[in-house]
């Protein structure tokens, strides 16, 4: 026997109470199956090009064509049934309490040791950065600045150090249309990508697992980047309609030189932890099992070192470039945000979001 009425208003309610997110290719199962169930075969005029959410919501429904209410009901209570079951061993990272700074959702804030740890905390979502995520990693930024650290360090929660920018920001389009969207993404970026190269202290990168587009592409604004032998880097930007920033434009050819900035930038290698290490972008590569270990003990012992010593060393390093590096990001931002407008970077993003398709 099908699920009944009642067991189908149940789940429609249960799903409300799920601890975790399902994430967007199971919520439009959900809101599919749930207008299948409720209203039949989808019958309503296609959103267009341009309405992203609504299309994805469109093609979802229209993608069950005849199938019949009831089995629509029953197929929505079992989805629901299995979400609960994984929602109860929900497995995000939460540490101690009283070393944790409160404050932050997307973010695990620790000080320890005179080193605050800036962990990316959205680990089933390989820590894609979104828009909430970028605002709270600039406001622990300016925290971690004035704080009584000596040096601060950034890593990813789960198998990941993170996936890049979170394609689903470009879905929330605000009242101004695509053309605001576009520009305030730009603002944001270029505000984001300041916040780095105005750190004064050194700035550590402890890179967990593989990590993409913009993840990759500040590393060159940090001052040790130490990565597991499982971390890979990837810029795709190509693939994506897009086009570099975080200013590897300027900071890759100076690193790797022309010829490998070029294969990453343009063309979307992927690199190893090695290939990295060899181009210069990374400090050290060590095993993954003993990765923790090694580069806690070693930030430990380079954490004792004198505070003032280390930032005055990392302003006349760095201080020569600061402007040229600021005028090179607002360029890059600018750029970017043209390049969101286009077909090239629209289709991109709807293919990732309607069919999940994997880099
Ligand atoms: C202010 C704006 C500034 C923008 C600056 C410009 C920045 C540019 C970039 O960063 S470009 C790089 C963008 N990133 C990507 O294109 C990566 C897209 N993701 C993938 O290709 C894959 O998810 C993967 C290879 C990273 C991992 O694959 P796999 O191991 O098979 O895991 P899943 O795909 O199942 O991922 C689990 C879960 O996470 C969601 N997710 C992963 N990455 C992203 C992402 N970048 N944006 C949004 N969502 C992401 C994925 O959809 C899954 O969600 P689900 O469980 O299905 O709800």
């Not at 409300?16 to 399902?22: A, I, V």
């Not at 989805?79 to 939460?94: A, C």
């Not at 190893?272 to 990765?291: C, K, M, N």
């Not at 005055?312 to 931002?333: F, G, M, P, T």
Request: hydrophobic letters at 35%.
């Amino acid at each position: 026997m099908g699920a009944s009425q009642k067991d189908f208003e149940s789940a429609v309610n249960q799903v409300k109470l799920l601890k975790k997110d399902p994430g967007n290719e199971v919520k439009l199962k959900l809101y599919a199956l749930y207008k299948q169930a409720t209203e039949g075969p989808c019958n309503t005029p296609k959103p267009g090009l341009f309405d992203l959410i609504n299309k994805a919501k469109w093609d979802a429904w229209n993608a069950l064509g005849d199938l019949p209410k009831e089995t629509a009901r029953q197929n929505y209570v079992d989805l629901v049934s299995g979400l609960r079951s994984s929602s109860d061993s929900s497995s995000q990272v939460k540490p101690e309490a009283d070393k944790k700074q409160a404050g932050y959702e997307t973010l695990v804030i620790t000080s320890e040791d005179h080193i605050t740890k800036i962990m990316l905390n959205r680990p089933a979502k390989k820590n894609a950065l979104n828009t909430q995520m970028y605002q709270e990693i600039m406001l622990a930024l300016e925290a971690a600045s004035k704080d009584d650290s000596t040096i601060t360090v950034f890593t990813g929660s789960g198998d990941y150090y993170s996936s890049g920018n979170d394609l689903t920001n470009f879905t929330d389009i605000p009242p101004g249309g695509v053309e605001e969207k576009a520009k305030n993404g730009a603002i944001l970026l270029r505000d984001f990508v300041d916040c780095f190269i105005d750190f004064p202290k050194p700035l550590v990168a402890v890179v967990n697992g593989p990590a993409v587009g913009i993840s990759v592409t500040v590393l060159g604004l940090f001052d040790l980047v130490y990565a597991s032998d499982r971390a890979t880097f990837h810029t795709p930007f190509s693939h994506l309609g897009q086009t570099p920033e975080g200013c590897s434009s300027y900071t890759f050819p100076k690193i790797m030189g022309l010829a490998k900035a070029v294969e990453m930038l343009i063309f979307g290698k992927k690199l190893t932890a090695g290939e990295a290490y060899a181009q210069g972008l990374v400090t050290e590569v060590f095993p993954d099992s003993t990765f923790e270990k090694e580069v806690w003990t070693r930030l430990k012992a380079y954490s004792k070192l004198p505070r003032n010593a280390m930032r005055i060393s990392k302003q006349i390093i760095r201080n020569h470039e600061k402007e040229k590096l600021h005028a090179i990001n607002a360029e890059e931002s600018s750029i970017l945000q043209e390049r969101w407008l286009s077909d090239e970077c629209v289709n991109a993003v709807m293919n990732f979001l309607s069919q999940k398709a994997k880099l």
